[in-house]
């Protein structure tokens, strides 16, 4: 049996390849969209890809399934579970609870575990060369390692209201399963930490059956109501572009045929894009980008939140430009596709020719902790945590605003336009994402704090919540 | 006055930048398709494209001009000399004898120079900002460093037959107009060394007027009607898609928005595509095809004639596919776009997963010179000498038979099936393109010459013509 | 807690990165030499290297402890169990049966499991921020997936003649300590498939304690004597490095600084390098090698096994020379310095300029099975299959010789001079080494079996091992 | 006859390659110290290095002609004119003035031009294999492309008092021997537009006699006096590291072997050095670096002039450390090492590690034209320009003072502590050095001008130098 854990790290997202050697065939589970890095693995395998399967419909990324088919001439494999709303909307062969298919010796078998949505299925299997003992579980966004999928989704980011509370109570059953299973089996999910498809994911790649039943918090909770209390409660903010998946996911995604590396655009062409007013997105360093931007871009860093941010702040109806390095253009690329942000409209490498034809930079003013004091000293600011509920009430500066950074958009109408605003989080790269949209937007007295709240900790300050109260309240 | 000469080893073709620092504006004289390299140096110079020029209807390659303009938005000029057959065919700023034009503070006069082609013009370059003289000549194909353009290629290879004594006559008239030129102007031509579009040219980028007065043996005649007769004799065989790119760049190339890499193909994709009996290009050392090849590939090496090659054996009208290494596929696009071979229809990196997957290698049979020796005292060969005829002139294996690689496709009904065919260049690369033609049409006793006749000199056998004649006459 | 599974495919060897992000830390096993690979990771997780472990002396790989330790001022902890014999001998803290250490909140108990060596430790590691119950075992060469460590290697490779059996006796105690481990903890081995520390490990990289317990081979044997026997039986040839690597990693592996890329060559420095007789080891393609080398070079191919084959062909004493692209001299180095081949002296990129200044290449004669055939058929031949004894024993050609590729230098006296000797493998990579080898002592008849006995299988001759009996014996 | 001009940006230094391909040998002129380029080269030229010679001792670069003769075996050829002074002080053949030689069939001779250098030759070849005209000269230091040879670069940089009125004259006369040259013959100088070893030297790479004589200022002045005072009259300050070349270059530059990349450090390599106090040069964007940077860094950005002013602001003596980017480093080293900096103690890539660990970055702030106008109003300020002399007597801010950027070091005691310090060029390149400079000698109140004096012309503020007079001097 041939195993690979293949993982991405910008969405945390795991993908795998089982194969059995003795035929020379594979099957991939949860593939992602630029699927060279499977074609890749299974030439230096030898393995042919022949069955490709999915645990469920995915929120947090496109589906790579139609594409590797169309490469490979695979079959796809999914779930025909969870009734009518929930049936995929293109060819493939369907699975059914206790259903069972082989890729050479490899058995697997179907298993439905509804909660984190309603079609969702995970599979044993069974290496029958070696025995018949089941050796591993796949269990997409069911069972985390420490957590278990979060199923408020589908009403938070897809619009389907009043539908979490049957899903946790799901849940709840679909973990009996779960405990039925043997001690030793090793159970592989669809996310590692850092994804928004659970709240508590750590950041080891795989468990156990018996250790997640000792450790995972879901797992000890005997009472259904508690459970799901519990369960609902404390879930971070889904990304917007979640509702956006699952209806793509759901029709079937575009099939690339390959990634669609952007064009560099010359002086020429961008001046004449610019004409239509894109979106920019200036992938660069947050020092760099406050020391001088293009008006209007937004400060989208390249780093592994980059496919999660633009997922937050670009809109999919509308083609946008990079602002990057020619030699990241690819895996930026790539970060964008995979939750199929396929609109790039083309890139420029940095902002010399521009500010040589005449055009001055805009600069985003950065405010250091002492600055700061200084500002809430002298008179009237305007406090913005951008970070999320869960760090803000953990600890966070007194009469500052929380306003996640991905929802700045929808609260515009309360920032004031008059008085000093000044954002931060908790290192400056999320802030530098604010404070960047409300520059684009017309802000003016716009600032951000250097080095965040962490900064104010390095700095040696107390770390009491009431640090700031007099100031501002003043 | 800025300067850059931009040479393109491949087709040995020079194109050319010429900016006003000033004025922060620039032009490009005969640009090759493939842009970027214009772009990026316009961008770190600060200049903006402005101007884009031809000296004439090109033959060895596709032009650039309508792909630059298109990127930059600058006009092209071109010739309006020539007559009606020779007008382009897309919109242009017309060109005439005596002209002038202005970039910046640079001064381009016109001069009409038919003979390589009847359009024909050359451009007198002054730097008005130093003083009045004239600094530079482009003088495209009409004067090169040591020759000039060969009259023939419209008759050759554009089919006009009839016209290259009448080119030859203007080539004799035009040369009057350079000897007036004075002795210091430097002239900087569209090809060095290796180029098809004539006969002897030097390996020096650039010379004066006065030098190739003194030197350039078409100068020294003065008796036209000797002139014509020297310049019409031993012309090299015009590459086979010359004719293809005359009636293109007449007609205005396509505009391509940027260098189309091809893509890797998987197993499945390739195997589909072999289905429809693509061209199969392979890249590879001549030592490796031998090695194994897959059956019915052709080996043109990457190497610096891969440009012409491919347009010798590869059809325009067929998708074909490359065996090459993935960091040299944009390198071998690139060389492919520049003659119009936009057809690529992917490529695989080696012959693994075909080997694996059931399919034997075929190998092309290598021999030594002694083995040749041997050969030829056992009993019936056929040699066939590949090279081009000045080559051949000059010493070659007594009996074998002159066939010029390219044209191999021509003569298959001449080449035996029965007995051992032996093909040999100089040194093998030409003959393992021809051998593995032959071997693509089912000639099955095919052998390459390792080393080639070089090889025959290396080690030490009499250079007479003689050497081998005893053996195949007897 | 953190976890990274770090392997190196080229010596199927695991590395291990567990750290605490609450405190920042984190420790690594098994270390390899290009240590890189734990100083980025670190970096990008924002973690501190303050432990190095091993679990044992190892024999197929040049520990980079000391070079981790030195770029990063973190303490080694290594054994101090097995015996005066078994002693590190370079400064390090000491582990003994029973101990702990915690790195942050991760807690590391040491388990003494001699029997691959008698110094061996295990690490059973619990997260204890998530509770008290361990999560894995870093078992080293004491079980892997599917398999347990070989006993044998102090006795074939080290040369401590009778050590092999009383190490079976341990590794069957040290497994009961296995057995009373818990099903659910994760088992993470040293290595993977395709290493010589072990005679059949899985593709899969990890394993659970309850899963081993019941398909691993080696924990079904109830009885010792039985168990032994087993154990003993059928372990492949160690490579002729191992003993070097043992002595090396007992003393202290010589610290780099980073990995040492070697030159590239000039013709001159070649040339002035090959009058002292440098071994010479061409990494192309074996079908180019074929085509072409240079005279008394060994092939070892770029691929997954480059590593183990110069192991066993190169001289630790002697300086070697490369022939290989540019663009995979550093991914070659690195596999050569993690066996401590540190004695590179440059290398060239291809053979153009040697050829070209006038060295005739040599050719490896290549032959199909069909052309075997007829060789059998027309007369003497002398056959060697140069796979290991396991594949010899399950079906091969009557009357072949088996003489294991790694083992040839010592065989040569047994190889005739006087007839064609034919070298086979599985499919051609180490019949060329073998072959090249022979060449390079002066051995002229040689040929290599294209595509070896897997190419007789695709063309579909009868598997049976009389296939070719009667041709020989005649 | 082969010839290749090698351009290297940094130093806007020229070097050639002559070769006979006939005889299949070379000559490298002015070789610098990275010599693969012209190995590179020669072997795909199929040409052999055999000669190697220098036109002067140079001032600008570390010559590369010992490393390439170690690399080729080829003879150094130097001029042994000019007097003890001048003489190499390594093994060389040496040249005198008329003296000639043969590299295949192309012919040199040696012609005495001292002016710029009392020792400096040229010179004058011919292919003898086309007629027996002279074709080029290589010219050195002595005739630019519109321009001469500085002569006061002995007493500026090396100082040699006293001297620069003698070489002067010298100039003189040995311009009278490059009049006598006839018209057509190319000029090929040693170096381009922005070399600090003329005044005025053009874009253009090449030119030839007749149009130098009848545009080049230097050869219209008819009166030796004359030309002596207008040669000397506004050379701009020569570099610090001059002086440094010289000795080495007359030495004997110490031989390489290759490039030393340096090693990326790990945060704790890096944190054991800050211990010794190195140089840091922060090659990043003036914005990145203005936004955020370790204390006491100087910022030499990544662009053409890197080499130019890594000798104005580095210590021979003293090593430092770089922040760059991994896939800049190697091009970086290049940049320093051609100027003899050998001295890097290692890299950066970023700042993060820094920062992370605890280390607050410093800020260097930005002033636009706006604000400096605010501040001028509002009280006391010090403006520094540090542009060259020339460009400040063109137009510059009333009252500004102008200390060279690199001369900075040099006038700290003149600079005032206590008021707000601004300095600027004309784009914010150059004071970004500067203005780092001062921040890491403890000035406090520093800023840079953000677009320096180009903004000011764009955002269309009048030009006249009283524009600030006003506020100034209120």
Not at 159 to 172: D, H, I, N, V, W
């Amino acid at each position: 049996m041939f195993f690979k854990h293949i993982y991405e790290e910008n969405l945390a997202q795991a993908s795998y390849m089982i194969g059995c050697q003795s035929a020379g065939v594979a099957l991939v589970i949860d593939p992602r969209r630029d699927i060279d890095v499977y074609l890749d693995l299974a030439e230096k395998e030898n393995l042919q890809i022949t069955h490709i399967a999915e645990t469920h419909i995915h929120a947090d990324f496109l589906s790579g399934s139609r594409e590797l088919a169309a490469a490979t001439g695979a079959d796809i494999l999914l779930s025909d579970e969870g009734g009518a709303d929930w049936l995929y909307q293109f060819d493939h062969s369907g699975l059914k609870n206790g259903g069972t298919f082989s890729v050479g010796n490899i058995l697997f078998e179907v298993i439905h575990t509804p909660g984190h949505t309603p079609e969702h299925i995970s599979f044993l299997v069974t290496d029958t060369a070696a025995g018949e003992l089941p050796v591993m579980l796949f269990s997409g966004d069911f069972v985390f390692v420490g957590d278990v999928g979060r199923p408020d989704l589908l009403e938070e980011a897809a619009g389907y209201s009043g539908t979490k509370e049957e899903a946790a109570r799901q849940m709840f059953y679909s973990l009996k399963k779960f405990k039925a299973l043997p001690d030793h089996i090793q159970v592989w999910p669809a996310h590692g930490a850092g994804s928004a498809c659970g709240k508590a994911l750590g950041a080891v790649p795989s468990s156990t059956v018996g250790y997640e039943k000792a450790v995972n918090w879901a797992l000890q909770i005997k009472d259904e109501d508690e459970f799901v209390a519990e369960l609902l409660e404390g879930q971070p903010e889904p990304p917007k572009y979640f509702s956006m998946m699952k209806k793509m996911n759901k029709a079937g995604a575009p099939i690339l045929g390959e990634v669609p590396i952007p064009r560099k655009l010359t002086l020429h062409q961008f001046k004449t894009k610019m004409n239509n007013q894109p979106i920019l997105i200036d992938t660069r360093d947050k020092l760099a980008f406050a020391g001088g931007h293009i008006a209007g871009s937004i400060n989208i860093q390249d780093n592994n939140s980059f496919s999660t941010w633009s997922g937050w702040m670009i809109d999919y109806e509308h083609p946008f430009i990079l602002v990057a390095q020619p030699e990241r253009i690819e895996d930026l690329t790539r970060a964008l596709v995979r939750i199929g942000l396929d609109n790039i409209a083309g890139y420029i490498p940095n902002l010399e020719s521009w500010a040589r034809s005449g055009h001055e930079l805009e600069v985003l003013d950065q405010i250091t902790i002492d600055e700061l004091k200084h500002e809430l000293d002298a008179g009237e600011v305007y406090v913005i945590d951008v970070r999320n509920q869960s760090e803000y009430d953990e600890s966070h500066i007194f009469g500052s605003k929380k306003i996640q950074a991905g929802q700045i958009p929808e609260h515009l109408d309360e920032i004031p336009k008059d008085i000093s605003v000044i954002l931060h989080c908790a290192s400056g790269d999320r802030s530098s994402i604010a404070a960047s949209y409300l520059l684009s937007k017309g802000f003016q007295n716009v600032k951000n704090l250097t080095g965040g709240i962490n900064a104010w900790h390095e700095a040696g300050y107390p770390a009491e919540r009431e640090f700031f109260s007099q100031a501002i309240s003043a």
